[in-house]
């Protein structure tokens, strides 16, 4: 992209985009957020994605978290506002970011706009129903190895890479059910908060990856419009 600015989805140019995805676990956002992090060439930011590797690598920050993760609770708020603010400071956030599970409150929502001035551009809101989510979630397993993610299925290896696949215990139903009911509380409070700010592009989060990519696509360029 020429001139480092990021080309948006009606054909303008924009210095810089901030996007947030937000809905419930298992929504779809971690997919989404990779197809438009290549699309717009800016990083996807998951903080799920950088606590459980904190968690891997047993650093200060993984003894901390790692207990609460495998609970299906939320982070507390100082600890993960931290770090997300050092991360969404690195250089390669100069063209903007993609936040993916943050803020998952509206105490997390207000403080994020005291460390962003100028706020973010859009909230992408995946409507995705409880059903939905159990269904995609207590039915996957994980790569111990690369991370990959498959539906339950007669084969323990990755195809991917061969390791060996494991279910999480945050992907276990009862722990799903926890999660979803703890989002229904502290975190969909968010959608009416960033629709007030004219920020949400509020979308069907069920079918196929490219219908939905595509949904993003048209719900990013009416809120930019």
Same mark, same amino acid.
């Given at each position: 992209m020429k001139d480092s600015c990021v080309v948006d989805v009606y054909g303008g140019v924009r210095a810089s985009v901030k996007?947030?995805?937000?809905?419930?676990?298992?929504?779809?956002?971690?997919?989404?957020?990779?197809?438009?992090?290549k699309e717009l060439e800016i990083p996807e930011i998951s903080t799920g994605d950088m606590l459980r590797q904190a968690v891997a690598e047993k650093s200060a920050l993984g003894q901390q978290v790692g207990e609460i993760i495998n609970q299906g609770c939320l982070v507390p708020d100082d600890l993960i506002i931290s770090v997300i603010e050092e991360r969404i400071s690195r250089v390669?956030?100069?063209?903007? /970011?993609?936040?993916?599970?943050f803020p998952r409150t509206i105490e997390q929502g207000e403080a994020l706009e005291k460390v962003l001035p100028d706020s973010v551009d859009v909230v992408i809101y995946f409507n995705v129903s409880s059903e939905a989510v159990v269904a995609r979630l207590a039915g996957r397993l994980t790569?111990?190895?690369?991370?990959?993610? /498959?539906p339950i299925m007669d084969t323990s290896l990755c195809t991917v890479c061969g390791g060996?696949?494991?279910?999480?215990?945050?992907d276990m139903t009862s722990t799903v059910l926890r999660r979803l009911k703890l989002y229904r509380e502290h975190t969909e409070p968010l959608v009416a908060f960033y629709r007030d700010k004219n920020k949400l592009a509020e979308i069907d989060g069920e079918g196929s990856v490219e219908d939905i990519a595509q949904r993003v696509e048209e719900g990013i360029a009416q809120v930019l419009a």
């Open positions: 996007i947030i995805l937000l809905g419930p676990p298992g929504s779809g956002k971690g997919t989404q957020g990779i197809i438009l992090s390669d956030c100069g063209k903007g /970011f993609i936040l993916d599970g790569c111990r190895k690369c991370g990959a993610v /498959f060996d696949l494991y279910q999480r215990e945050d």
